[in-house]
């Protein structure tokens, strides 16, 4: 049990390493399911496109869910964007930086997917093969067919085994055709996420490097007071168990003793330590109390000794009230950042 408590410490402490790590598996992922994958084209004008334009669109969709969702973040994103805002208001840039820093790993793995799709080219072959220019690729000297008969001709040219219009236009050249279009927009698609994203990595830092610090800083903040919040809560939880078994057990033996079992009673000796854990909180309803408090209206974020709080939520609801101790100069510089 301590060797996986260990392993999830070691996850936690190098979160960004980590889903950068999960992120690059599921890119891998992504081309061996395409590789693996048995692409069938239906070879009919109905079903064509739907088809192509399914198999190249869907999986990246999926797989761009499946970032967020394996992102630890998308929790915490979600919470502070839903709070109420009692006395810390909310700073929508770094709730922008933190959807963006997730949007970006969870793209990875269908980019990959689009890329290896287009340079392949089955998926646009299927999708667009009835859009064939047979006035420049087609026998122009063959009998004239009606429309539907040529977009049945045309929809068959995927599938080697059951074409039959080598007469109006050649399977090879069609397909050809088509594959050199599709890795075109392949490479053009590369080329195009490599420029954005040289563009997201170094230069946007350069037009906005205080507001880029600050969104750092603080979504930097929220995750670890929300670690910090749940070991805090772990720990008082931990210690009012420990006080509430002990007084259960205690309980027991002067009941026993009530009725001649007369048993040796003997103080624990971390007792005393564990009840200072609690934090004046020693029963059920002041705890929901506190967590309800939490939740609703968090502290402002100054460093000084914090209002007295009244009934279930903080003193002064509205504008926070800086301490008649704090200099206007530390306001004015607290305000600067928040």
Same mark, same amino acid.
């Given at each position: 049990?301590?060797?996986?408590?260990?392993?999830?410490?070691?996850?936690?402490?190098?979160? %960004?390493?980590?889903?950068?790590?999960?992120?690059?598996?599921?890119?891998?992922?992504?081309?061996?399911?395409?590789?693996?994958?048995?692409? +069938?084209?239906?070879?009919?004008?109905?079903?064509?496109?739907?088809?192509?334009?399914?198999?190249l669109l869907v999986p990246p969709f999926i797989l761009f869910l499946l970032g967020f969702v394996l992102n630890n973040n998308i929790s915490m994103l979600a919470e502070e964007w839903r709070r109420p805002r009692g006395r810390r208001g909310?700073?929508?840039?770094?709730?922008?930086?933190?959807?963006?820093?997730?949007a970006q790993r969870a793209m990875i793995a269908p980019v990959?997917?689009?890329s290896v799709t287009l340079l392949d080219g089955k998926c646009i072959t299927c999708a667009f093969c009835t859009a064939v220019p047979l006035e420049s690729l087609g +026998?122009?000297?063959?009998?004239?067919?009606?429309?539907? %008969?040529?977009?049945?001709?045309l929809a068959r040219i995927p599938c080697k085994e059951i074409y039959n219009g080598q007469q109006l236009i050649a +399977? %090879?050249?069609?397909?050809?055709?088509?594959?050199?279009?599709?890795?075109a927009l392949g490479w053009c698609f590369v080329l195009?996420?490599?420029?954005?994203?040289?563009?997201?990595?170094?230069?946007?830092?350069c037009f906005s490097q205080a507001a880029f610090l600050k969104s750092r800083y603080w979504s930097h903040y929220i995750d670890i007071e929300r670690k910090l919040f749940d070991e805090t809560c772990a720990?008082?939880?931990?210690?009012?168990?420990?006080?509430?078994?002990?007084?259960?057990?205690?309980?027991?033996?002067?009941?026993?003793?009530?009725?001649?079992?007369?048993?040796?009673?003997?103080?624990?000796?971390?007792?005393?330590?564990?009840?200072?854990?609690?934090?004046?909180i020693t029963d059920q309803g002041t705890m929901n109390m506190a967590l309800k408090?939490?939740?609703?209206?968090?502290?402002?974020?100054?460093?000084?000794p914090p209002a007295q709080p009244i009934g279930n939520g903080w003193a002064g609801e509205g504008q926070p009230h800086m301490h008649p101790s704090v200099p206007r100069k530390e306001t004015a510089a607290y305000y600067s950042w928040v």
């Open positions: 049990m301590d060797k996986f408590r260990m392993i999830f410490q070691f996850f936690q402490s190098n979160q %960004e390493s980590f889903m950068n790590g999960i992120c690059g598996i599921m890119a891998l992922a992504s081309t061996q399911m395409y590789s693996a994958f048995d692409f +069938n084209c239906p070879c009919l004008p109905q079903y064509n496109l739907a088809y192509g334009l399914g198999i909310k700073d929508a840039a770094v709730l922008r930086y933190m959807c963006c820093s997730m990959v997917w689009l +026998n122009a000297s063959h009998p004239h067919l009606s429309p539907g %008969e040529v977009q049945r001709v +399977n %090879e050249v069609a397909v050809r055709y088509l594959r050199c279009i599709s890795q195009l996420m490599t420029i954005l994203a040289f563009l997201v990595r170094s230069l946007r830092p720990e008082h939880a931990r210690s009012f168990a420990k006080v509430c078994i002990q007084q259960f057990f205690e309980g027991m033996s002067t009941d026993l003793e009530a009725a001649h079992c007369h048993l040796p009673k003997k103080a624990p000796a971390d007792a005393g330590e564990a009840a200072e854990k609690l934090l004046g408090s939490w939740h609703r209206c968090k502290p402002p974020l100054r460093l000084h």
